[in-house]
């Protein structure tokens, strides 16, 4: 594989519906460990950067990557595209993997077949979730970091 891959999974404490789901109790390990130890066994990512918000409330996000070993980017509550979009700075990778923190149960295999289809079909995109072909918590969207870095552009 000549493209590096970076997955960037983004996860806040202050969800709506469910305030603090990302460190919900899984087996003794929160949902974010639980997921990551899932993502880590993917062969085609290079590295994995998780996004949060600049809210005082995600400083025990920053922790836990950091126990985990992973690079964090924190910026706004609201936009997301922008978080996305600064945090695909962080690394040299041209592609882009975008993974949810409140889905532990993420397929490292599936990741891989979606990323191995972006890669080999030359796609700007490509999901596994439109049209919804898989059930819920297992999403993976793929695109190029210049198609990013435009779409953020033009917000």
């Known amino acids: 594989m000549s493209e ?4 960037i999974i983004q996860a806040r404490m202050g969800s709506s519906r469910l ?8 087996a003794g390990r929160t949902l974010l460990e639980f997921l990551v130890e899932r993502v ?10 998780l996004a949060t918000t600049d809210s005082p409330s995600d400083d025990c996000l920053v922790d836990l990557a950091g126990k985990m070993n992973i690079t964090v980017y924190r910026g706004s509550k609201d936009d997301v595209l922008d978080r996305y979009a600064i945090a695909s700075m962080l ?13 532990p149960l993420l397929d490292p295999n599936l990741i891989d077949v979606v990323i191995k ?3 080999d079909q ?7 979730c439109y049209p919804p ?3 819920d918590g297992l999403d993976v969207e793929v ?5 990013l870095l435009a779409a953020s552009e033009a917000c």
């Open 117 to 119: 289809s972006f890669l």
């Open 133 to 135: 072909s898989y059930p």
């Open 4 to 7: 590096r891959v970076v997955a």
């Open 91 to 103: 690394t040299d990778a041209q592609v882009i993997v975008r993974l949810t923190g409140d889905c």
């Open 40 to 49: 880590k066994r993917c062969k085609l990512l290079d590295r994995l950067i």
């Open 122 to 128: 030359k796609f700007d995109y490509l999901s596994n």
């Open 19 to 26: 305030p603090g789901k990302v460190t919900a109790d899984l």
């Open 143 to 147: 695109f190029n970091k210049k198609v």
